[in-house]
């Protein structure tokens, strides 16, 4: 999958600029640097090379040549201090698998073993000594690999007992402070993810080089929040160039996806695959997809076009539009205005998704990547019949289930 080799591990995909990589969620932070200066004679050390040969293939996305590497390390210097968390990076390196295995952000057989995989490796610092500082990382990076497996329950737990369990440790308290609220996101459950997106802009340094990026992620996730569970904006269309037209009160009753996008955006290129195998999928049940575009053609450009009263370059745009679509076999109807309705959901952060639920109300809101099916299967269906029921852990090699299954 292309967005997770790109982004090293990020095991969840937010938002960015448009026409930007997403920026990755809080990964695991780079391991332990060697007391000696680099350069010196004691950093050229035997231990200090394997270290620096395993991040280096860490870096590179080679996650299983650089698990070899931190398990080598970890058996030949236990006595180093980077020894205690060399599990935790063994772990990363099978997230970096995993993700590298899945297809469309869904995993498969393969995907699914080698998060097992990061668990048990996780699990190796955690029940050493769950309060060792290392423990923190280890929580935050095993409610990273329950999220990529659609446990949200778990995902939770995970995030709780490192915000519960490390109150001094700034990063991996802030990191899961702000994942714990995706969970609730997940679940459609607003009010439930608004104390800890509160929270983290409480406590975090919003000018800190470390948490900027996902601070100002996280105020945009809170202004989305502000238009939840209430009614969703009459979509605002110059034509419909793709698809036949229609208004949200016709589709009341329904559950509506809405997937906002541009044609110059390259991330919306990468994203196209997916939102085509989703309307494939989760059409049949009765999910409505409805694209929306603009006149823009570029980054910064005016989402009315160059020269909104040409009606020749509207034509050109147009027929762009469909070309677009039929490139990517896109056949959901795609509305196409003078950036309107994308003004009225916040929505300019191209690619991006709004779930609206049968009542007419906005749910949901972020990068595509970020859609998991058990969001979907909400929206649908409702709740899981087992909620809030602790449930085993299903085998290793087990797959999550990867379509549209209803209630779980």
Sequence with gaps: M????????????????????PVPAPAPAPAPAPAQAPGSAAAETPENALWKKALELKGANKGRE???LFARFRTQYPADARAAD???????????VGRDKQ???????????????ALADFALVTDADPKQPAAARSWYCQGLVWIQLDDLARAEQAFTRAIDGFPDDKLYRAKSIERRAATWRHRLETAKAQPDLERYLREVDKNSTEFKAVYELVERFVRYAKAFDRPAPELRPESWPIGTGTTLAALRGEPVLLYFFAQWCHNCEKEASFVREMHERW????????????????????AAGNDPKNALETEQTVAGLRAYCARHQLTLPVLIDRGATAGLYQARKYPEIVLIDREGRVRWHDHPANLLDSTLERLLFGPPENEGQAQPAPPSGTPTPAGPGGKR
């Design 86 to 96: 060399a599990p935790n990076e063994m772990g990363v390196c099978w997230m970096i």
């Design 283 to 302: 059409g049949p049940l009765g999910l409505r997809f409805l694209g929306v575009t603009d006149f823009s053609t570029a980054p910064q450009g005016p």
């Design 2 to 21: 292309t967005i997770a080799t790109s982004l090293l591990l990020a095991a969840l995909l937010l938002q960015a600029p448009s026409g930007q990589d």
């Design 66 to 68: 650089a698990h070899e």
């Design 103 to 117: 297809q469309w952000h869904r995993n498969r057989p393969e995907s699914v073993e080698a998060f097992r995989k």
